[in-house]
């Protein structure tokens, strides 16, 4: 089994930065894809941001130019940046990902962190 794991969530003041990570553990054989979605109170869970196994990225028109997403192949993980963070960047992030296990394609989901914005 795969287990995605994030961390670096918190509360910050509009126009701070936080930066998010996840690592994916167990029966990883390769990824695919890595993404984040976020879920604002009340709303559904959208897609933020992507990365493919050969570095190909794509984000979110309400986050481009402030969110970047990285990844450290090595090590399995996959980390966002979040600049001039609004209070509208608030949500649960959830990380996801594409990945080899069992010699088959499948997803998963890690398990969610908060991230709030307020003065």
């Known amino acids: 089994q795969v287990q995605l794991v994030e961390s670096g969530g918190g509360s910050v003041q509009p126009g701070e930065s936080l930066r998010l990570s996840c690592a994916a553990s167990?029966?990883?054989?390769?990824?695919?894809?890595m993404s984040w979605y976020r879920q604002p109170p009340g709303n559904q869970r959208e897609l933020v941001a992507s990365?493919?196994?050969?570095?190909?990225?794509h984000y979110a028109d309400s986050v481009k130019g402030r969110y970047t997403i990285s990844r450290d192949g090595a090590k399995n993980t996959v980390h966002l940046s979040m600049n001039h963070l609004k209070p509208e960047d608030t949500a649960v992030y959830y990380c996801f990902g594409r990945i080899y296990n069992g010699y088959t394609l499948n997803s998963f989901w890690g398990q969610g962190t908060q991230v709030t914005v307020s003065s």
């Open positions: 167990g029966s990883v054989e390769s990824i695919s894809l």
């Open positions: 990365i493919t196994s050969s570095g190909i990225t």
